[in-house]
């Protein structure tokens, strides 16, 4: 076997990273607004996602509450991938399927945002938070890949990183989502505290 020059990797982020901008400029900036209304009108935001998903809505609901590149006020939003206490025993008790929408069901209300990392489109338990959102009068919004899978027919705005490779995609998904939280905090939500180092 042959081994990989780890340079490539960067190589090929960039060209997925050009192709994405191309084909998805349109969607990000519909995403960001998405987001930026529902901040603003007070909605909270809710991620959710699995493996390394499950880490970028983690990251991703820490950069809006503590802060990104401005120092300011915290904006609502919180991972439903944290608990272990509520996973384990929602998991176990009931599905694993229901872990995230039992989550949306006790803690989002209408005018939320529901944000979904799967690079399939497919996992189950996505798809079942993306139901109930739904069902509960909030917007939601997925990033994905591949084909976007059957959760790209469900969601108001579906972002669908035009490659097969999860790792690309992921790698894109945060790019993505640090993108629209600039615009978000460059736009003045959340009021300045001091300026930022």
């Given at each position: 076997?042959?081994?990989?020059?780890?340079?490539?990797h960067l190589t090929e982020l960039a060209e997925t990273a050009t192709r994405s901008a191309t084909a998805l400029g349109a969607g990000i900036r519909e995403a960001t607004a998405l987001v930026h209304g529902t901040l603003a009108n007070g909605g909270t935001l809710l991620f959710c996602g699995n493996g390394g998903s499950a880490a970028d809505a983690q990251h991703m609901a820490t950069?809006?509450?503590?802060?990104?590149?401005?120092?300011r006020a915290p904006l609502r939003a919180i991972a439903l991938t944290t608990d272990t206490s509520n996973l384990t025993a929602c998991g176990n008790d009931f599905s694993f399927d229901e872990i995230f929408s039992r989550?949306?069901?006790?803690?989002?209300?209408?005018?939320?945002?529901?944000?979904?990392h799967t690079t399939s489109g497919n996992s189950p338990n996505c798809l079942r938070a993306v139901e109930v959102a739904r069902a509960m009068g909030?917007?939601?919004?997925?990033?994905?890949a591949k084909d976007g899978g059957a959760i790209k027919a469900m969601v108001d705005?579906?972002?669908?990183?035009?490659?097969?490779?999860?790792?690309?995609?992921?790698?894109?998904h945060l790019a993505i989502q640090h993108?629209?939280?600039?615009?978000?905090?460059?736009?003045g939500l959340g009021a300045d505290r001091t300026a930022a180092p």
């Amino acid at each position: 076997m042959t081994p990989i020059d780890p340079v490539t990797h960067l190589t090929e982020l960039a060209e997925t990273a050009t192709r994405s901008a191309t084909a998805l400029g349109a969607g990000i900036r519909e995403a960001t607004a998405l987001v930026h209304g529902t901040l603003a009108n007070g909605g909270t935001l809710l991620f959710c996602g699995n493996g390394g998903s499950a880490a970028d809505a983690q990251h991703m609901a820490t950069e809006y509450m503590v802060r990104y590149r401005r120092n300011r006020a915290p904006l609502r939003a919180i991972a439903l991938t944290t608990d272990t206490s509520n996973l384990t025993a929602c998991g176990n008790d009931f599905s694993f399927d229901e872990i995230f929408s039992r989550q949306v069901e006790g803690l989002g209300r209408a005018g939320d945002l529901l944000i979904v990392h799967t690079t399939s489109g497919n996992s189950p338990n996505c798809l079942r938070a993306v139901e109930v959102a739904r069902a509960m009068g909030m917007r939601t919004l997925a990033l994905t890949a591949k084909d976007g899978g059957a959760i790209k027919a469900m969601v108001d705005c579906c972002l669908v990183v035009p490659t097969d490779r999860t790792d690309r995609a992921q790698e894109i998904h945060l790019a993505i989502q640090h993108a629209i939280c600039d615009a978000v905090e460059s736009a003045g939500l959340g009021a300045d505290r001091t300026a930022a180092p």
